[in-house]
């Protein structure tokens, strides 16, 4: 049996392969546990200067060898921070106000996809299957094939695909689109996605190439580690801290699609609308910082800690604060038991690929006493999870409703709720995700003939 090659623009460090933060790293992990892997990528490091290409720092644990690359200050600031941060990711996150295009950003962008595919080349064999990851490498299949790979190559988009008209303000967004005329399969997070790609792919006269794969999560291994968390001392010090007050959740990188202030505006409605709730919720908003030193994030942590400082000012008691906001990472285990202790998760993007937060909350619940999943309506994961209470974020009002509905709801309607949610989270799990996108990509009808 062949390798997997796996390359995404972040590999894990060592510290983090054996408790992995980041979605695709979540995903993938199960995936590697089977036959032998390789996963290439960038180490995360930056040099002043470099003569010529990187040579990979390789590293095996088990049957995966890691292989990363550093990438110098001008590439990473070129191709990771502004043309892959900066442009890529809030156009295909339905903004393209924030876009910051540069054509200089652009040649960094295609330069270091060649340089990837240059420093990964070597270490390819014939019967190996290249899957490529999400959006910083959009151009790196067609990069190998130009280098004469012929092995299959997938391509997976972890983020929306937008409708066409949208992606089409980005110069050279047919470029990509001929990109993806180089992979035998991409996959896609909803149908929605695949339409939207295949669309565009269609009114550029290119084969369609998108199918949905919805991403899941483990979620038996997330339950367990919920109920083990429980036991320990952060869970009982939360717990204790609240006073018997039901406790909301949310759990974002701090990232301006995941909709925060929005959120904490429709919990400001919540206290101003049903002063019932007052002193008896806690939000408590977990949202490690990211991308720190772009322009935008800067804006939206200032404003987070306005609307924090404001509304906390307005409603905190002498005994009593309203919000609770987090901007450092909680470590894996501890999040997992103060999602199951949650009463609701608040979970409101303005655009999200799929949303894995949403669905480990529903793996960490009590079957006995669960919660309330609050959901917004442009999450990937919502056609999965129609039994969520579904929210437009940006209206402030329906969050406040949903935020009473949820806080009210009884023990009934919970469970009946989260047995139907459940059902959908054990059903597309990482396992199942990854093992259907590389049985689909190995019956794919192949691009390019050996
Ligand atoms: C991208 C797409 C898509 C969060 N805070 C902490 C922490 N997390 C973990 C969560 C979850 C992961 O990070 C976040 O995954 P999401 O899916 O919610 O979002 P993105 O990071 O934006 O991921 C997304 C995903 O790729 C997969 O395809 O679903 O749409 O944007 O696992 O639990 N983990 C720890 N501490 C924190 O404070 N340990």
């Keep these: 049996m062949g390798?997997?090659?796996?390359?995404?623009?972040?590999?894990?460090?060592?510290?983090?392969?054996?408790?992995?933060?980041?979605?695709?790293?979540?995903?993938?992990?199960?995936?590697?546990?089977?036959?032998?892997?390789?996963?290439?990528?960038w180490s995360g490091r930056q040099v002043e200067q470099m003569e010529g290409d990187p040579t990979p720092g390789i590293d095996q644990v088990g049957n995966v060898t890691y292989a990363t690359i550093d990438l110098t200050?001008?590439?990473?600031?070129?191709?990771?921070?502004?043309?892959?941060?900066?442009?890529?990711?809030?156009?295909?996150?339905?903004?393209?106000?924030?876009?910051?295009?540069s054509r200089m950003d652009w040649e960094m962008y295609l330069g270091v996809n060649a340089m990837f595919a240059r420093t990964l080349r070597p270490l390819l064999r014939s019967d190996d299957t290249i899957w490529i990851h999400d959006y910083h490498?959009?151009?790196?299949?067609?990069?190998?094939?130009?280098?004469?790979?012929?092995?299959r190559i997938g391509f997976f988009l972890h983020i929306p695909f937008p409708p066409w008209s949208l992606v089409r303000a980005l110069p050279g967004a047919e470029l990509l689109l001929e990109d993806m005329q180089s992979y035998d399969?991409?996959?896609?997070?909803?149908?929605?996605?695949?339409?939207?790609l295949n669309h565009a792919l269609r009114m550029n006269h290119m084969a369609e190439r998108g199918q949905a794969f919805p991403i899941g999560i483990d979620p038996v291994e997330f339950r367990a580690q919920a109920e083990t968390s429980m036991e320990g001392?952060?869970?009982?010090?939360?717990?204790?801290?609240?006073?018997?007050?039901?406790?909301?959740?949310?759990?974002?990188?701090?990232?301006?699609?995941?909709?925060?202030?929005?959120?904490?505006?429709?919990?400001?409605?919540l206290l101003s609308r049903y002063p019932e709730h007052r002193g008896k919720v806690t939000f408590l908003q977990v949202a490690p910082i990211s991308r720190g030193n772009v322009e935008e994030?800067?804006?939206?942590?200032?404003?987070?800690?306005?609307?924090?400082?404001?509304?906390?000012?307005?409603?905190?008691?002498?005994?009593?604060?309203?919000?609770?906001?987090?901007?450092?990472?909680?470590?894996?285990?501890?999040?997992?038991?103060?999602?199951?202790?949650?009463?609701v998760a608040l979970i409101t993007p303005l655009r999200d690929g799929m949303n894995l937060v949403a669905k480990e909350y529903i793996a960490a619940q009590d079957p006995a006493d669960p919660g309330v999943l609050i959901l917004s309506h442009f999450a990937g994961a919502a056609p999965e999870l129609d039994e969520a209470i579904l929210v437009?974020?940006?209206?402030?009002?329906?969050?406040?409703?949903?935020?009473?509905?949820?806080?009210?709801?009884?023990?009934?309607?919970?469970?009946?709720?989260?047995?139907a949610l459940e059902k959908e989270v054990s059903r597309t799990t990482?396992?199942?995700?990854?093992?259907?996108f590389l049985q689909a990509l190995d019956e794919a009808p192949v691009c390019v003939s050996s």
């Design 297 to 343: 994030y800067r804006q939206l942590r200032c404003q987070l800690d306005e609307l924090t400082g404001r509304i906390n000012g307005a409603y905190s008691e002498f005994d009593w604060t309203p919000i609770r906001y987090i901007t450092r990472p909680i470590s894996r285990d501890v999040l997992a038991g103060f999602y199951r202790m949650a009463d």
């Design 233 to 269: 001392p952060e869970v009982s010090r939360l717990h204790d801290s609240l006073r018997g007050a039901q406790l909301v959740l949310g759990v974002d990188r701090l990232d301006y699609s995941k909709g925060l202030p929005e959120r904490f505006k429709g919990y400001e409605a």
């Design 430 to 436: 990482a396992v199942s995700w990854a093992n259907d």
């Design 3 to 41: 390798r997997l090659i796996i390359v995404s623009n972040r590999v894990p460090a060592p510290r983090e392969r054996n408790q992995p933060a980041g979605g695709l790293a979540v995903g993938l992990k199960d995936a590697l546990r089977e036959g032998d892997a390789l996963w290439f990528g």
């Design 137 to 151: 490498l959009f151009p790196l299949g067609q990069a190998l094939r130009d280098l004469g790979v012929k092995c």
């Design 73 to 101: 200050r001008a590439q990473h600031d070129g191709f990771y921070q502004n043309f892959s941060n900066g442009i890529l990711w809030p156009l295909f996150h339905y903004r393209v106000g924030l876009m910051n295009y």
């Design 392 to 419: 437009n974020p940006y209206d402030t009002d329906e969050i406040a409703d949903a935020l009473h509905q949820a806080l009210t709801m009884q023990r009934p309607e919970r469970q009946t709720r989260w047995i």
């Design 185 to 196: 399969l991409v996959g896609v997070q909803t149908p929605e996605d695949a339409e939207n």
